[in-house]
């Protein structure tokens, strides 16, 4: 696995350029330290580091009597440079990070809705649905502001699964919908009903987010503390 990883040194200002992330690629690992420099100099750096590893994979594979092969070097250079053009900028991984945290706000919010309506008595459920229906909202500016940020080249490589991920999105705001805009239904049972229908959205709304995430190289906060 031939793993490069685009570091800044610790004390030193970047200006704006500071790089963390990580490539990888079946054979070996690599480390690239990098303060300052944009990402065509680390792509240019990547691919020389890449060129060498493939390089010495094949010399070792002819003194093995292995016949070489351009076929595997050359898919890991494709790899490379698809995971390059797809990478998040910093202010990308900040707006993607707050629409994931955002919409665990809102399977929270609907959680907190559904156990409240199905308790006796007749508690009062407006605030909560305002709560849900508000944290549905933030959800989809979040959202919003992440999908402006993208590249016409992470559009087209990402196509498939953003699609995905529209469609999950007008999903949420159907069911959002059910929630009567500031005006609940008064019917306990039936409230409950919507909010467990709004929190499988939600939860299906999380799928295709890690899926953006991931190709994007953008890590989990839960796995990268």
Request: hydrophobic share 35%.
């Amino acid at each position: 696995m031939i793993r490069i990883c685009l570091t800044s040194i610790p004390g030193t200002s970047t200006a704006g350029t500071d790089i963390s992330e990580g490539i990888s690629f079946p054979g070996k690992n690599f480390i690239l330290g990098a303060t300052g420099m944009n990402r065509w100099t680390c792509f240019i750096g990547g691919v020389a580091i890449l060129l060498c590893g493939c390089a010495a994979q094949a010399q070792q594979a002819g003194s093995q009597g292995r016949p070489r092969s351009n076929n595997a070097s050359n898919e890991e250079i494709r790899d490379f440079k698809r995971a390059m053009v797809l990478q998040a900028s910093p202010d990308q991984a900040d707006e993607f990070k707050k629409m994931v945290a955002s919409t665990q706000a809102a399977r929270k919010a609907a959680h907190d809705l559904a156990q409240l309506a199905s308790k006796d008595g007749k508690p009062d459920l407006s605030q909560s649905a305002d709560t849900l229906s508000s944290a549905v909202d933030e959800i989809q500016a979040n959202s919003d502001h992440f999908l402006r940020m993208f590249t016409s080249v992470q559009k087209s490589e990402l196509k498939a699964k953003l699609k995905k991920l529209e469609k999950a999105n007008s999903e949420v705001v159907k069911e959002n919908k059910a929630l009567g805009g500031g005006h609940p239904p008064a019917d306990a049972a039936q409230l409950a009903g919507i909010a467990q229908k709004l929190d499988g959205a939600l939860g299906e709304l999380q799928v295709r987010q890690s899926d953006i995430g991931n190709e994007m190289a953008i890590p989990d906060d839960k796995t990268s503390q």
